[in-house]
């Protein structure tokens, strides 16, 4: 059964955090993470995606 990817199938070594290259298996998370990663520290931890969708929306909707 697939469909929502949940923060811990996509962090592949459990640090708690996911990198790009972890990031990179949902495109909609690519697409944001730059802007997500607050602290650029080339890691996007859940507070970090957290406070970016409140701001921002769900990735995926209209805009462009």
Avoid: C, M, R
Wanted: aromatic share 6%; proline share 2%; hydrophobic share 35%.
């Amino acid at each position: 059964a697939h469909g929502k990817v949940s923060w811990s199938d996509l962090d592949g070594d459990n640090d708690g955090k996911l990198t790009k290259t972890e990031a990179a298996a949902l495109d909609s998370l690519t697409q944001v993470f730059e802007q997500a990663d607050a602290d650029k520290d080339g890691a996007l931890t859940p507070d970090e995606y957290k406070a970016y969708i409140a701001v921002n929306g769900k990735a995926g909707g209209h805009g462009g």
